[in-house]
């Protein structure tokens, strides 16, 4: 499924185990960008080893020095003394290590490391898009969100097996060539900020070009996106329009019924009927938007 608003906007190919794991680990990729690199190896605090091993050989001391009193058949200060060791020595090997919890994020700092390097180009940080793409990247996933979670892709009304691989890759590719884009954009702007001869201007104009070229090409693809979404949106609407139709004539007898009893004016009744009319109207209604969303959507994926 796509992103859902996702911070972390990965490539639908990276296995999905290794997707989740970048994708709960932002903060972490952001770091591992900026150049910082988790540290290799295990390190017990010294200290923390220290009184470990304090604690066990106190432990081993007051065993021997009860099995001593056990040999003078002094048993009531010998089974205080085992008493004490057995509890000193259980707390030693049941108490976590204080370093465990720092054992096992430094295990999982690894983890997420390698699982960058090894799929590096293959995931966008939201943050590492400029404001421009950031917008359009909102936009794109808003689209995508609405038609996945419309009640007419539940039903299958759509198609919901393409649509749950042709939206994560239009995710995708939108997130990878804005990413670009702004890399792109910023090392275009650090250049002419410095200010530039004529000569560098007419450079550097053709490649500013280029990038607003690049924009709306991106820009396109949204849209496609929002069209798509608009006519599944239409879509809904009409479903559920129908549904309420029909649960409303489903009760029609009953209203009938209602008014015979009481005597009311009969000229209602065939208003009434026309709820049959309009759950037809409501039907084709339904087909058609159906019928559009499914246009848009093979336009979307050409």
């Known amino acids: 499924m796509p992103g859902r608003q996702a911070k972390v906007i990965v490539d639908p190919a990276v296995p999905d185990d290794v997707a989740a794991l970048l994708k709960d680990h932002r903060k972490l990729l952001m770091r591992m960008e900026s150049g910082w690199v988790p540290p ?23 065993a021997v020095y009860g099995l001593a009193l056990f040999v003078d058949e002094r048993y009531t200060p010998f089974v205080v003394i085992m008493t004490g060791s057995a509890l000193l020595m259980v707390s030693v090997l049941l108490r976590p290590r204080p370093d465990a919890e ?92 410095e200010g530039v001869t004529p000569e560098v201007a007419a450079v550097a104009e053709p490649l500013a070009h280029a990038l607003d070229s690049s924009q709306e090409a991106v820009l396109a693809r949204v849209e496609a996106l929002e069209r798509y979404a608009g006519h599944v949106a239409d879509a809904e609407r009409a479903y559920r329009a129908r549904n309420q139709i029909q649960r409303l004539s489903a009760k029609l007898p009953r209203y009938e019924e209602l008014l015979a009893e009481s005597g009311a004016d009969g000229s209602a009744v065939p208003e009434l009927g026309r709820l049959s009319d309009d759950a037809d109207r409501l039907e084709q209604a339904l087909r058609d938007s159906v019928s559009s969303a499914h246009e848009a959507f093979r336009h979307l994926n050409s």
């Open 40 to 62: 290799r190896g295990r390190r017990f605090p010294v200290a923390a080893a220290g009184a470990r091993l304090a604690a066990a050989a106190t432990a081993l001391a007051a």
């Open 102 to 193: 720092v054992e096992r994020r430094r295990a999982k700092e690894r983890e997420v490391y390698e699982a960058a390097r090894r799929h590096e180009g293959r995931y966008v940080l939201r943050e590492r898009l400029d404001d421009p793409a950031r917008t359009l990247m909102s936009r794109a996933q808003a689209a995508i969100e609405q038609v996945v979670d419309s009640s007419v892709n539940a039903e299958g009304l759509l198609d919901d097996v393409r649509n749950g691989v042709m939206l994560p890759a239009q995710e995708w590719e939108i997130a990878r060539l804005l990413a670009k884009l702004s890399q792109l954009r910023a090392e275009h702007q650090d250049v002419v900020a």
